[in-house]
């Protein structure tokens, strides 16, 4: 069976350096569980500011992470053991439609401990032997310097269609997007910004990856090493209080 890690390493150094790959992949169209369907004071923090996120999936809570997370994290590789996690030359066919809702967390280097968040409602499906995702990632308001307060809808949703994944790895080329300054908690301005994410798929309930790109507004400043998570939800009003932000599973919380 051939590994995919040594790809997925070379995928995600396009973006961020890391030390080394492991053994562990990012899931295959096989594995990939349901992903929603969409239509459009830093207290308690408890992460330094990231430097070079690796690209492993975050330890099981207890172990060895910063902090113990209220969210389930994936503990095992098993998913990634039941055989060659090669894509399939799948139909639309092959693999039925799946869908969910993710909590996704964007930790800028600007200031790590308080994230931007936003509700990504997920749909996968299967075109032509491709796996291909559209997302759309609803802002939520944020009071300034809070993690967790009032994670209300705000704004409009940023829409992106047929996105190509390929061995559990995409790249969500943004472009220039704006968000309104109440999903802001850092300076509580409008956003203005253009970047590009670099995500893997580790489970059907986690993904993660690295930022790069332009802050614009409210002031100018590269975003180059900035990271985000995403964690399923059942409910999107009942977000986890401890907000996973990078691939090493490290948390931040409100006061």
């Not at 060659?84 to 869908?99: G, K």
Request: with cysteine.
């Amino acid at each position: 069976m051939a590994l995919l890690a040594p790809r997925l390493c070379a995928l995600i150094s396009l973006v961020i350096a890391t030390s080394a790959c492991t053994d562990r992949d990012p899931l295959d169209s096989a594995t990939l569980g349901g992903t929603g369907e969409a239509s459009g004071s830093t207290g308690g923090s408890t992460v330094d500011p990231p430097v070079d996120p690796p690209v492993d999936p975050p330890p099981a809570p207890g172990t060895t992470s910063t902090s113990t997370s209220t969210t389930s994290l994936p503990t095992s590789t098993t998913a990634l053991d039941t055989g060659d996690p090669t894509l399939p030359d799948t139909t639309t066919d092959d693999l039925p439609e799946q869908s969910g809702r993710y909590l996704l967390a964007v930790s800028t280097i600007i200031s790590p401990e308080l994230p931007v968040q936003f509700l990504a409602s997920n749909t996968w499906t299967g075109q032509g032997g491709q796996l291909l995702l559209r997302t759309e990632l609803q802002p939520l308001a944020l009071d300034q310097g809070q993690v967790t307060k009032p994670r209300t809808p705000v704004g409009e949703a940023l829409v992106f269609e047929a996105v190509v994944v390929e061995d559990g790895v995409f790249v969500l080329d943004l472009g220039e997007v704006f968000v309104s300054g109440a999903a802001n908690p850092i300076t509580g301005g409008d956003i203005v910004a253009a970047l590009t994410m670099t995500s893997a798929v580790f489970t059907d309930d986690f993904y993660c990856g690295a930022i790069t790109g332009d802050l614009l507004s409210p002031l100018m400043s590269s975003l180059d090493g900035s990271t985000f998570a995403a964690v399923r939800v059942d409910d999107p009003n009942d977000l986890p209080l401890e907000v996973t932000i990078n691939c090493a599973g490290d948390t931040v919380t409100g006061p």
